[in-house]
């Protein structure tokens, strides 16, 4: 059985306080007929419950616009909408009904799906959602989700869910796209663009939603209904607006003739002036635009129409005498529009049947006269209405006529069966049988036709409500509907976001923080390296050097084990032994230059270690420690390009000994000088010394030589004396003897024979002199070796040897060495610093983006649910109730 009009829709009983506010209707009235009060106040309830219902709509079309338009701006602003696909699950759950497990996915990454649990709407509960399914252990424990259970086939049994849950109504984003007019799918060609093409592709839609939602509101509030009088020609069209007017406004006459359509409408649509605008041909009609129409008196209407042989638009406002509870056309709520169309022949048939399937066409009543019934064109029309409109209002006129009536109605009602079932079905108060002709003439409303007008005023209000009401509740719950799938599966998706966002901060801070709070320690740790080991590798190398330049000072190899002294040859080849002597122990000293450069390497390895284990402790697993690798070999090289320096007391002499410039590799350095052999200078110098002058004093003690130097020179001419005598003196007794020589010196008598003493003290010196020097040149050469390297620079006497150049041998290759191994050491330090530094800046970049993603999908989570509750709410106030695909009001 079809839905009716009438049956769903009887108006409440109003309360008795009610029913004295209702002014009684105009119309001929029983005096104590409580049945006439009754009608009364159901047309009274008719326009309030119409009024309530468009209110209603009117709020949620509002609410539900104002939830579109901050979801599109949040999707624009702040989180970019997913396109959520459902489908049913295949996996089996105890507990869960198969129904209500579904597999969600979104269209930018259709791979990639997660198992939810689907609600379907329930009584009282309009809203779908989506749940994350509980993890299948505790399913398979037993556990249940309580907002599922069993529900969906429940409600699909009940009609409250429609087949297509899964799917969106009118946000659905299907795209018929493709080379050369073919088709895609459109979840394939959804699926290929990129989450922001799919948010914008959705913002579009809502946007076209929008633009629907308004026009839906402004059809709502429209106040405007036409109500379209057609029959066949003859039938009495114009008798029966004129009856409903209660005034002869339209002409009537025995012949046919209305040819154009008369809209009939309230005179205070037209400033209360009565008044008839005929519309020109071509124009669209527009009450304040003279050029559309021209302007006619009532009296004159029944020229214009029987003049007129085009089919031509007439508006006419008129006057209606009856008060707004009484009258169809100011009815104080609905400015119902009465249009006379002409009478249905072969030439108007399509005319009119296009006019009555204009939209704003609420009503087509169908005038039909008793006496001929239906005529071919009158079949061929309400088949075609009754199809597009469903419900007709049929009024059988001319019944006065009648003798038969039974026969009459039963004929007619039959041929209506089969014309319009649905009107058939609920002909009682669709169907009506009257005279209007008597209305008008006599001035008597019989008993029928105030059915009738009753019946159409309802009829009227009522197919508004499904005209104007219906598509926009259906258009509603649909989108709100959209609105629970991409919000709670948009929800979803977020608190998963959320999740991950906080659990990778609740790794990522710490970790920043020990870094951040190791800063410190780290970088004074890393100084702590850097200066502790050039320090050592300098002290290292001054020592060895200084004990070095000691032995060699002493006439010994620096290096004994490396490098050893030449034996004496011969006096022969004096001059020659004395180069070897001088080279061996140049070569001894860059031998222990290259000991203490090794020494040196050996600290910048356990430096560079040490670095190592500082970047172990400070950096977070998984960071990629220095690459750089440290090749101890490649320190104290000089590196091509480099510019050496050529001084023999300058660093370069023996650092540069990796490209063979040693000392002992410099020619002028082992050229021999007579003073090699013979130093004069330095024994006349100790001789000077004897006489002990305080200078003397301090000098001999740097020169701890000074002394036995001395001794040993003196004993060269008393050796001669004693040799002379043929008689070996101890040191002792060369002393006495010198001491003797002296005196001897010190008095005339004995200077005569003084001088073949000296002469012969000469000659013993000389011999003494070539017996002892295979002895004294290496200490001499040493010696000069010893001086010259412990000689600060040029500028020594200034305040401090502070440049290489202007220090002493030992201290130069100290600092030198000192140096380069700070250069390692600063390197290393400087790679851990900057690996560091960049992991610091890397984590907090990091958690600066977890915690911005944090806050959006925080902020994300909030706002779905609440457009979630205010999806529901619009439902709730508004008071729906039905399944999704045909909603309805609650009364
Ligand atoms: N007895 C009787 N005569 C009626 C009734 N209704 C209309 N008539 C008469 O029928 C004739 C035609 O009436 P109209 O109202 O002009 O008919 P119409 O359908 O408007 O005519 P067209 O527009 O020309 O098709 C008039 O003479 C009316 O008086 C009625 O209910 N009873």
């Known amino acids: 059985m079809s839905q009716s009009y009438f049956p769903a829709y009887r108006p409440l009983r109003p309360t008795p306080e009610s029913i004295e506010d209702i002014t009684p209707l105009a119309t001929p009235a029983r005096d104590g007929d409580v049945a006439d009060l009754e009608v009364t106040k159901e047309k009274v309830d008719d326009v309030q419950q119409y009024q309530e219902h468009r209110d209603r709509l009117t709020t949620a079309i509002d609410a539900t616009s104002s939830i579109l338009t901050d979801l599109r701006e949040f999707n624009k602003t702040s989180w970019v909408v997913r396109y959520p696909h459902l489908k049913p699950s295949l996996s089996q759950r105890p507990g869960i009904h198969p129904n209500s497990r579904r597999t969600l996915s979104f269209a930018d990454d259709p791979a990639t799906s997660t198992e939810v649990v689907f609600t379907p709407p329930t009584q009282g509960r309009l809203r779908r959602t989506l749940t994350a399914a509980a993890p299948s252990t505790d399913v398979e424990a037993g556990t249940e989700v309580p907002s599922a259970t069993n529900t969906a086939s429940a409600q699909e049994s009940e009609g409250l869910v429609s087949k297509s849950d899964n799917e969106f109504h009118v946000l659905r984003l299907d795209l018929k796209l493709g080379p050369h007019g073919t088709t895609t799918s459109g979840p394939t060609l ?135 509870q009484s009258s169809l056309l100011n009815n104080g709520t609905v400015n119902i529009s009465l249009i006379d169309a002409p009478g249905l022949n072969r030439d108007s048939l399509k005319t009119t049947a296009l006019f009555a399937r204009q939209e704003e066409i609420d009503v087509v009543v169908f005038v039909v006269s008793a006496e001929n019934h239906f005529t071919l064109s009158a079949k061929e029309f309400l088949w075609n209405a009754s199809n597009e409109k469903a419900y007709l209002f049929i009024v059988v006129n001319r019944f006065d006529q009648i003798r038969d ?123 702590a390296v850097e200066d502790g080991m050039s320090g050592e590798a300098g002290e290292k190398t001054k020592q060895r050097l200084e004990k070095a330049l000691e032995m060699v000072g002493t006439g010994k190899s620096a ?90 007391n300058t660093v370069v002499v023996g650092g540069a000994y990796g490209l063979g410039i040693g000392l002992a590799a410099q020619p002028h350095a082992v050229d021999v000088e007579l003073r090699d052999i013979i130093d004069m200078r330095h024994y006349l110098m100790r001789f000077a010394l004897v006489g002990s002058s305080e200078e003397g004093k301090s000098l001999s003690l740097e020169d701890s030589d000074i002394s036995t130097s001395a001794i040993s020179m003196l004993s060269v001419g008393v050796g001669a004396v004693t040799m002379v005598g043929g008689k070996t003196l101890g040191a002792r007794g060369l002393l006495e003897g010198l001491v003797r020589i002296g005196d001897l010196f010190g008095n005339a008598s004995t200077r005569k024979w003084a001088a073949p003493i000296a002469g012969a003290l000469a000659l013993g010196l000389t011999l003494y002199f070539v017996y002892e020097l295979p002895n004294t040149i290496p200490r001499t050469v040493g010696r000069h070796i010893k001086t010259i390297l412990s000689t600060t620079g040029p500028a020594a006497g200034q305040a401090s040897a502070s440049s290489p150049e202007q220090m002493a041998f030992a201290p130069a290759h100290a600092h030198r060495i000192g140096k380069e191994t700070r250069k390692v050491m600063r390197l290393a330090a400087w790679d851990l610093r900057e690996r560091f530094r960049q992991t610091v800046d890397e984590r907090a970049a990091e958690v600066k983006s977890w915690e911005e993603v944090e806050r959006i999908a925080q902020r994300a989570v909030e706002w779905f649910e609440e457009c979630g509750r205010r999806a529901e709410e619009v439902r709730q106030k508004a008071g729906f109730t039905g399944p999704i695909d045909a909603p309805v009001l609650a009364q």
């Open 190 to 324: 959804v699926s290929q663009l990129e989450k922001s093409s799919i948010a914008s592709l959705l913002s579009e839609r809502i946007a076209t939603s929008l633009t629907h939602l308004s026009k839906l509101r402004a059809r709502v509030q429209d106040v405007s209904s036409k109500v379209l009088v057609t029959g066949d020609l003859n039938a009495g069209k114009s008798t029966f607006v004129n009856a409903l007017l209660r005034r002869e406004v339209m002409p009537v006459d025995q012949q046919p003739c209305t040819t154009m359509f008369c809209e009939v409408h309230d005179a205070a649509d037209n400033d209360g002036v009565e008044e008839a605008h005929v519309v020109k041909e071509g124009c669209t009609y527009s009450p304040t635009d003279e050029t559309t129409f021209t302007r006619h008196t009532l009296t004159e209407l029944e020229e214009i129409v029987s003049e007129s042989d085009a089919q031509r638009i007439l508006k006419l406002y008129v006057k209606d005498p009856r008060n707004p």
């Open 405 to 527: 009536k039974a026969r009459c109605k039963r004929l007619v009602l039959d041929q209506i069966r089969q014309l319009s079932p649905r009107t058939w079905e609920d002909a009682a108060d669709l169907v009506h049988f009257v005279d209007s002709a008597s209305v008008v003439e006599k001035g008597e409303v019989p008993e029928s036709f105030q059915n009738l007008e009753h019946s159409l005023r309802s009829f009227v209000l009522q197919k508004r409500e499904k005209s104007k009401l219906l598509p926009a509740i259906t258009f509603l719950n649909k989108i709100l509907s959209d609105l629970d799938l991409l919000t709670s599966a948009n929800g979803l998706v977020a608190t998963a976001e959320l999740k991950q966002a906080q659990d990778d901060l609740a790794r990522a801070r710490p970790v920043l923080e020990k870094m951040l709070a190791g800063r410190e320690e780290l970088d004074e740790a890393l100084a």
């Open 559 to 648: 290096m004994p084990e490396i490098i050893s002294m030449p034996s004496f040859p011969g006096m022969l080849q004096l001059w020659q032994y004395t180069r070897d002597v001088k080279k061996a122990l140049l070569l001894s000293i860059d031998e222990a230059v290259k000991a203490a450069e090794n020494d040196a390497r050996g600290l910048a390895v356990e430096g560079v270690a040490k670095v190592g284990t500082l970047g172990d402790a400070h950096l977070p697993v998984g960071v990629e420690r220095s690459k750089r690798i440290f090749k101890p070999e490649a320190m104290f090289v000089v590196r091509p390009g480099h510019k050496r320096r050529s001084s023999l």
